[in-house]
């Protein structure tokens, strides 16, 4: 009892027990400010996670360039490859054509013809008949009409020198000038084509230089 007299007493008094922290390992808890090489640990992290991220959208971004690149290639390839297509079935088509009317269009082309000499033949006696003429007139741009509607029309020379690709040669006149050689001086016939095919070439007369 008087121990614990005592204890009240000096508490009383003012007194505070110093309780042994450090025998026992027991420390004082105290706000301590975080460490800077935790922080910049952080941060060096969060920096190479937005590296990874950005890197990573870099790769997606290279790889939808590739499938853009690769698709507009593939159209413009597809789309070459259809022109090429339609147009070798247009040649087809005309060759085809060309072969099943050619007959016709030289059954035509000599009607003109036909018809051009009984019109000169009415000129050179005089057009006697001149009703006839005016047939004769109508009915041959008819015919020339409907052969340029299938795609036959007139070879027109570029110039007055002979062009052995569009012409023909029927009657040759000498010429002692150098410069009139190989010109054409007379056409005897008209020529035809279709498309690049000659049907007919245009007959003609040419000088040919003789020293």
């Known amino acids: 009892m008087g121990s614990r007299k005592e204890n009240h007493?000096?508490?009383?008094?003012g007194n505070q027990l110093s309780f042994p922290e450090a025998r026992f390992g027991l420390t004082k808890k105290e706000n301590v400010?975080?460490?800077?090489i935790k922080e910049t640990k952080s941060e060096s992290r969060s920096?190479?996670?937005v590296l990874n991220m950005l890197s990573a959208l870099q790769q997606n971004f290279t790889s939808l360039l590739n499938v853009v690149t690769n698709r507009l290639s593939y159209d413009k390839t597809k789309e070459m490859a259809f022109d090429r297509l339609y147009k070798e079935m247009e040649e087809?088509?005309?060759?085809?054509?060309?072969q099943q009317l050619r007959p016709l269009y030289i059954d035509l082309i000599l009607l003109i013809d036909r018809m051009n000499n009984i019109y000169n033949d009415q000129l050179d006696v005089g057009g006697q008949n001149p009703e006839l003429i005016d047939i004769l007139q109508t009915l041959s741009h008819e015919v020339l009409e409907i052969l340029y509607r299938r795609g036959v029309e007139l070879i027109v020379a570029p110039s007055n020198k002979f062009d052995p690709k569009i012409q023909q040669v029927v009657e040759v006149i000498p010429?002692?000038?150098p410069a009139e050689d190989n010109m054409v001086v007379h056409m005897i016939r008209h020529g035809f084509r279709y498309g690049d095919v000659v049907l007919r070439p245009e007959e003609v007369v040419i000088k040919k230089y003789n020293p």
Not at 9 to 13: C, G, H, P
Not at 33 to 36: G, I, Q, R
Not at 92 to 98: A, G, V
């Open 47 to 49: 920096q190479q996670q």
């Open 92 to 98: 087809l088509k005309q060759d085809q054509e060309l």
């Open 9 to 13: 007493r000096f508490l009383e008094q």
């Open 175 to 177: 010429t002692n000038n």
């Open 33 to 36: 400010a975080p460490s800077p």
